[in-house]
């Protein structure tokens, strides 16, 4: 009897401690990668609020803004490889500062823009310079959580997107008030003092970011040993991967091509809000010239997103379904950006950019957990990379698309409409390859 008990209380004790100690990491990692991240987004995206005045300021365009947003994703996305081969080389640990700092310096080193050919260009630095920090912390993550555990770390981020918008508006239009402050406009003190907390947690990140398990302060040696024990039994048990062969003829499948058709209808309406909104709220407000109102109506739709988007993942995560979550998502976020494009009152286009945040940013998540789902194992690696670096494309032509609209019709109502229209598409691409649902 004592030889079949001390066993079992051994194991059980093995993964207390573990579960203890991946607590720890939680605790201690992903509330500091997401900071990290909401930084990141929140340096992509002041760029709209800063157009309420730089555009005026730098005679640009709706359009030529819009080019100003693709140069930023065209470089974010070429260099997305080359960043994760220098990671793999030095470490994550130490190109995740680095990057920061750079992107940093590339943000505010857009103070000096003059026109929009210099605006481009810094565009497309922090294109660059930002490109591998998504991939690089879901990469060291994945060094210290087990996979148990990383859907719920991983959720954290995309909580970061709204987080970012929400926080980022009426901090944008707060900074924006300083303008005349030492003969600088508030647009170049936005991008100065947003720019500055990547420069100085680029500083202290490479403290606050241990290389391995083993080198973690707040670890004790048994939750070392626990983790690392987990850590390698989850390495050793990996399935070989299949030939290359079956991988390339299911990336070269209609399955994957229509996952990727319904991502760049989703990533069309997550770059409208990335890009546009402010400028929208603006709009709806009566071309307001008051700052802070702007910042504050602007955070009002990821406010709502983030609330409900916490309730439907658990839901969806909780029955097994995605395809009907995302497919309910996507109409209700197209409902949203119709009732914006339609309606008259500012209370209900409000109301239509909530719904349509809440089924871009709710539906992220589930999206993604879909295409895992449809993907067979070995070919879940490269298919989630074919069908981001397929959808992104639509963040290449979709602000040039919406901004020469806006330019020919003098409002954003044909780009609200165009926006609405993929959604409603991405619709029918889910309900086309939807899933059966997980068995819980």
Aim: one cysteine or more.
């Amino acid at each position: 009897m004592t030889e079949q008990v001390l066993p079992a209380m051994t194991t059980s004790a093995t993964n207390s401690g573990a579960e203890n100690a991946v607590s720890k990491a939680l605790a201690r990692l992903v509330p500091l990668c997401m900071l990290i991240y909401v930084i990141a987004f929140i340096d992509r995206t002041n760029i709209g609020f800063a157009a309420l005045h730089m555009n005026r300021d730098l005679g640009l365009s709706a359009a030529m803004f819009g080019i100003a947003n693709t140069a930023y994703y065209f470089s974010y996305a070429a260099f997305q490889v080359p960043s994760n081969i220098v990671l793999e080389r030095i470490g994550a640990h130490r190109w995740i500062p680095i990057i920061m700092f750079v992107w940093g310096l590339v943000s505010a080193a857009t103070v000096f823009a003059d026109g929009p050919y210099t605006l481009y260009t810094t565009r497309f630095l922090l294109g660059i310079a930002e490109a591998g920090i998504m991939p690089g912390i879901l990469f060291y993550l994945g060094l210290w959580i087990p996979k148990a555990y990383r859907a719920r770390a991983n959720a954290i981020f995309l909580a970061a997107l709204p987080v970012s918008l929400m926080v980022g508006s009426p901090l944008s239009a707060a900074i924006m008030q300083m303008d005349g402050a030492w003969g600088l406009s508030g647009w170049r003190w936005l991008f100065i003092i947003e720019a500055a907390p990547a420069i100085l947690l680029a500083v202290f990140a490479r403290r606050l970011l241990p290389a391995t398990v083993e080198e973690a302060p707040w670890l004790t040696a048994g939750d070392k040993i626990d983790l690392r024990r987990r850590l390698d039994a989850e390495k050793a048990a990996a399935q070989p991967a299949t030939k290359s062969k079956t991988v390339w003829k299911e990336m070269l499948g209609s399955k994957v091509l229509i996952l990727s058709g319904t991502y760049f209808c989703l990533a069309a309406s997550l770059n409208m809000l990335a890009v546009w909104l402010p400028q929208i709220v603006r709009e709806l407000l009566g071309d307001t010239t008051q700052l802070m109102t702007i910042g504050l109506t602007s955070a009002i739709p990821p406010l709502a997103a983030l609330i409900v988007m916490a309730f439907v993942t658990a839901n969806s995560d909780r029955t097994g379904d995605r395809a009907w979550h995302t497919i309910v998502l996507f109409a209700v976020g197209t409902l949203g950006w119709v009732l914006t494009a339609t309606a008259t009152s500012p209370v209900l286009r409000l109301i239509g950019l909530s719904l349509a945040a809440i089924g871009t940013y709710a539906s992220f998540g589930i999206f993604f957990a879909m295409v895992s789902q449809l993907l067979s194992l070995a070919g879940q690696a490269a298919g989630l990379a074919t069908v981001s670096s397929l959808g992104l494309i639509s963040t290449l032509v979709s602000p040039i698309i919406v901004g020469n609209l806006k330019d020919m019709t003098n409002n954003f109502t044909a780009g609200l409409w165009y926006t609405a229209t993929l959604f409603l598409v991405g619709c029918f691409l889910v309900y086309s390859v939807r899933p059966k649902k997980e068995a819980h």
